[in-house]
């Protein structure tokens, strides 16, 4: 079965640090993974999506992935975070189900960004 | 564009009531799908909706239901309410087709005392 797996419940960076998010995903086939982003008291909001026409996939806000198959990874990145990155991060994947595509989300990365 | 429109964004129950939760997608959007938060199991997938048949089922007990008007506007119901259905209930609207990203709300949060 595909799913996701995001290591980190929370991370915490200073304010224009490297942010790195990680997300590692099990497949038997070609997966399509999402990163969707949630503030306080908000749904989620999609951030990118690898759908296997790039591997270095750019976003909204300045986040970027890069999808490595040799390492069955999504990892999410942004050179320098700021305070209004602070949020819960989520991976995903597309699953089949009945035939149709539905999404799986990882358990969430809670982000902290300090002054 | 108005995005995706959830009311009510909370309510409070009491156990063994019934509620129902509203969702209007984005214009344009035939398929709808809810999801359960909750912080210990996290995001979990109830139903989808498209075209005013569901299309898709999680492993949810029979008292979690739903539906699907002509509009493609779509309601959630959870009838004999335990407290472990405490959570905040999103839906999503995409076009349905193959892969396409969901469009979140911003979720109703029902609390079952």
């Known amino acids: 079965a595909q799913s996701v797996t995001q290591l980190g419940s929370h991370v915490s960076v200073s304010e224009g640090a490297l942010v790195l998010l990680r997300c590692n995903y099990s497949s038997s086939v070609p997966p399509y993974l999402f990163w969707y982003v949630q503030y306080p008291n908000q749904g989620l909001q999609l951030l990118l999506k690898y759908t296997s026409a790039a591997t270095l996939v750019k976003g909204i806000n300045g986040f970027e992935a890069e999808f490595k198959k040799s390492e069955t990874s999504f990892h999410l990145t942004k050179p320098s975070a700021h305070m209004s990155d602070a949020a819960e991060y989520f991976c995903?994947?597309?699953?089949?189900?009945?035939?149709?595509?539905?999404?799986?989300f990882g358990k969430g990365t809670m982000l902290l960004v300090s002054p | 564009k108005a995005g995706v429109t959830q009311t009510p964004r909370y309510l409070i129950k009491t156990r063994g009531q019934q509620v129902t939760l509203s969702c209007s997608p984005i214009?344009?959007?035939?398929?709808v799908s809810w999801y359960q938060q909750t912080p210990g199991q996290g995001l979990q997938f109830l139903f989808e909706y498209f075209s005013e048949t569901q299309r898709n089922k999680g492993n949810f007990p029979g008292r979690f239901s739903g539906r699907q008007f002509s509009n493609s506007r779509s309601e959630m119901n959870v009838s004999t309410l335990e407290l472990g259905d405490s959570a905040l209930y999103l839906c999503a609207s995409s076009l349905g087709e193959f892969n396409s990203p969901l469009h979140f709300g911003n979720g109703t949060r029902l609390t079952v005392t």
């Open positions: 995903a994947v597309s699953v089949m189900n009945s035939g149709y595509s539905t999404l799986t």
């Open positions: 214009s344009g959007h035939r398929s």
